[in-house]
């Protein structure tokens, strides 16, 4: 490569303002013109929470397909001491049938926690990949939980959930009435029913809104770091290593409190929708 080529590509080079807004971008069907926009699909999110979906099933149906009454593998140990942790939390919190609300918590931990870990991967992998196939610089992400309308999706899921087992636990003639005289009594009905519908809403948007605040947080300090062997010379190259390094480790733990708080306030919310006021 010749020096005026070099100088070409350096004046070419996007800013840091522009590397991160262009990996802060998703692959969408219509570019996002308002913060509410329902005619905004995006794709990436979509592919991988399902790909995730499809993985988590998988490896729940292999460790169930393989597991035996002896002493288990480090595999099935794993899943089991995670089954056994979830179960605790369910009875501990749900007191009622839970042979569906177990496995959904379940459910949630291991997607959550897979959906999290795509944090891991090289900020610029699929970049390059995409770079490779000839479709230039597209815009990819791969985490969906760092994606608000990914988030807010599985805590709708949850609302639903929550309601449903609060018709049937209560009837739909008992939760009618909770809703109006809860928690004042009757005579506060009007007062009453805006609180309970402002508490459904606030629960759904502080669900979707923590994890995703966490995980945005999360990818956003990996492509700071990313920055630094670009900004910073050679002594930013070993600043990336060791700063990346130890983002990493420290976020392993961040994926899994996430996934583990989501799961909780997903049982903390069905557990209330047992109780009667």
């Known amino acids: 490569m010749t020096i005026q080529a070099v100088e070409t590509a350096v004046e070419h080079a996007p800013t840091a303002g522009e590397y991160i807004k262009h990996h802060l971008g998703h692959l969408t069907l219509n570019p996002q013109s308002f913060v509410v926009d329902f005619h905004t699909v995006n794709l990436d999110t979509i592919f991988w929470s399902i790909l995730m979906g499809v993985i988590g099933i998988f490896v729940m149906w292999l460790a169930a397909r393989n597991a035996t009454s002896g002493v288990p593998g480090r595999f099935q140990g794993a899943l089991e001491a995670v089954v056994e942790m979830v179960d605790d939390q369910a009875k501990s919190i749900v007191h009622g049938d839970r042979s569906f609300i177990a496995p959904l918590a379940l459910t949630v931990f291991v997607w959550v926690f897979l959906m999290n870990s795509m944090d891991f991967l090289p900020v610029d992998l699929f970049a390059a990949i995409l770079r490779a196939m000839g479709m230039g610089e597209t815009h990819f992400r791969v985490v969906p939980t760092a994606d608000l309308n990914g988030t807010l999706g599985m805590a709708l899921g949850v609302l639903a959930v929550v309601l449903f087992y609060n018709v049937k636990i209560k009837g739909i003639g008992g939760w009618i009435h909770e809703l109006f005289a809860a928690p004042f009594g009757i005579y506060m009905a009007p007062f009453n029913l805006l609180l309970n519908l402002i508490e459904y809403a606030a629960r759904t948007v502080s669900l979707a809104m923590r994890l ?17 062997g670009a900004l910073a010379g050679p002594f930013g ?9 130890a983002w990493a480790i420290f976020h392993i733990l961040i994926v899994t409190l996430q996934a583990f708080i989501f799961m909780m306030l997903t049982l903390v919310y069905i557990g209330q929708a047992h109780e009667s006021h």
């Not at 947080?217 to 990996?222: P, R």
């Not at 990336?240 to 390094?245: D, L, N, R, T």
């Open 237 to 245: 190259i070993v600043g990336q290593i060791v700063a990346g390094s």
């Open 212 to 228: 995703f605040g966490n995980m945005y947080a999360g990818e956003l300090l990996f492509l700071l770091i990313a920055l630094l």
